[in-house]
């Protein structure tokens, strides 16, 4: 079974810009979420969607949003992109079969702002 | 938000040695879970915990819920270099529509062959 899938895995982008990154969970899985990583902060929860609806939402701006399409796979966008959003961002998808579920990651993309 | 507090931060042992990390919590969870990320990669779930008292082995790896379900710890028997990496802790508080896993900073761990 493949896993999670991040793409792209490298970004180099500019402040103001914006930037979509895109997830495709491992089949049958239909919860996505988004985590942001950054050095000494460990990982920063942003949303969790299941079956194209957010379930839940972190702490950041709304520049930051995403969105789950019908065949469980999810992007997020950054807009107005600042030097703080450079980061490794984490998908990760569960099957969310109830209150035990486990959470698989991607490798990330790594986000770097210039 | 909320966190978990994790230590040590960081460990540098010699390979051979055994390896005990833990995360506390002011808040009783429901659930613990134990990941390990290698450097560039994403989280990897090494040993998921789900009563109070819970001993549970992966291999070298034996993670632990604690008795007042606001602590758990992970212990890595006789190292190898390939233990390298960071560990973090991560518990969920199943409580309504509050199912967020609430992570703990890490530990660091260098293995010295």
């Keep these: 079974k493949a896993g999670v899938t991040q793409t792209p895995r490298y970004l180099i982008k500019t402040r103001g810009q914006q930037v979509t990154l895109s997830c495709s969970p491992i089949s049958g899985h239909r919860s996505v979420s988004w985590y942001q990583q950054t050095p000494g902060q460990g990982l920063q929860f942003l949303f969790e969607y299941f079956s194209e609806t957010q379930r839940n939402k972190g702490n950041f701006p709304g520049r930051f949003s995403g969105r789950q399409f019908s065949n469980s796979r999810s992007e997020m966008n950054v807009s107005t992109l600042e030097l703080g959003d450079s980061a490794l961002y984490l998908c990760a998808s569960s099957p969310s079969d109830g209150a035990n579920e486990k959470l698989f990651f991607g490798s990330g993309t790594q986000l770097s702002v210039l | ?113």
């Design chain 2, 1 to 113: 938000g909320q966190q978990l507090n994790q230590s040590p931060q960081s460990m540098f042992i010699q390979e051979g040695e055994d390896v005990s990390m833990n995360c506390t919590s002011s808040s009783i969870f429901n659930t613990w879970l134990w990941y390990k990320q290698d450097p560039g990669e994403g989280p990897v779930l090494l040993i998921a915990l789900y009563k109070a008292g819970e001993l549970t082995s992966n291999g070298r790896l034996t993670a632990q819920f604690g008795i007042t379900r606001k602590d758990s710890f992970l212990n890595i028997s006789a190292s190898i270099p390939s233990d390298v990496g960071i560990y973090f802790c991560a518990g969920r508080i199943n409580a309504g529509n509050n199912r967020k896993l609430i992570w703990g900073l890490g530990t660091s761990l260098a293995v010295n062959p």
